[in-house]
T-cell receptor, first 113, second 109 residues
Framework: DAGITQSPRHKVTETGTPVTLRCHQT?????MYWYRQDPGHGLRLIHY???????DKGEVSDGYSVSRSKTEDFLLTLESATSSQTSVYFC????????????FGEGSWLTVV | QKEVEQDPGPLSVPEGAIVSLNCTYS??????FMWYRQYSRKGPELLMY????GNKEDGRFTAQVDKSSKYISLFIRDSQPSDSATYLC?????????FGTGTSLTVIP
């Protein structure tokens, strides 16, 4: 158990509304990641963070923003949700002590209607 | 070209069979290699990781890396119905992880 909690776990929202997903970790890891997983595409990196207020874009960052004001929390915001953002979103942390491995949360299922 | 290529399957085997799952990667700079298991509607869970060429064994699972041919494999011995899941390979370099698209495995009792 990597101590990662995602919320909400399930959400249905309307096109054009903003949505924020929260990732909370309890083990003080420096690196945190947001991925989306879609059939045929696998896991794709949206944004990642390497410290408080330090973030960088991944390969599918358009339409998403992130914030990390505390070590334990990494927020993903869909500024104006679109149907193409219907997906399952996974937060992850990098486990520095156990090799360079990555541990995932349980996922947030988002449906944009 | 994707950083990691993985045959999506699906793969269906009888209980007790040996399963071989494979990935290829494109960049010789990749340093760490991982396998994840993902059950339906769950997050991926780390099965094994290695950073060197050769074999690493953990119970019924063996991870194999061939850096010369940029090939990584996961072998499952004595497969069980509980092994039915999607298996993802992953590689790491710098601060980035790259994932295969996953192979769906079903073990039939």
């Amino acid at each position: 158990d990597a101590g990662i909690t995602q919320s909400p776990r399930h959400k249905v929202t309307e096109t054009g509304t903003p949505v924020t997903l929260r990732c909370h970790q309890t083990e003080n890891h420096r690196y945190m990641y947001w991925y989306r997983q879609d059939p045929g595409h696998g896991l794709r990196l949206i944004h990642y963070s390497y410290g408080v207020k330090d973030t960088d874009k991944g390969e599918v960052s358009d339409g998403y923003s992130v914030s990390r004001s505390k070590t334990e929390d990494f927020l993903l915001t869909l500024e104006s949700a679109t149907s193409s953002q219907t997906s399952v979103y996974f937060c992850a942390i990098k486990g520095e002590l156990s090799g360079n491995t990555i541990y995932f949360g349980e996922g947030s299922w988002l449906t944009v209607v | 070209q994707k950083e990691v290529e993985q045959d999506p399957g699906p793969l269906s085997v009888p209980e007790g069979a040996i399963v071989s799952l494979n990935c290829t990667y494109s960049n010789s700079a990749f340093q760490y290699f991982m396998w994840y298991r993902q059950y339906s509607r769950k997050g991926p869970e780390l099965l094994m990781y290695t950073y060197s060429s050769g074999n690493k064994e953990d119970g019924r699972f063996t991870a194999q890396v061939d850096k010369s041919s940029k090939y990584i494999s996961l072998f499952i011995r004595d497969s069980q119905p509980s092994d039915s899941a999607t298996y993802l390979c992953a590689v790491f370099t710098g601060n980035q992880f790259y994932f295969g698209t996953g192979t769906s495995l079903t073990v039939i009792p």
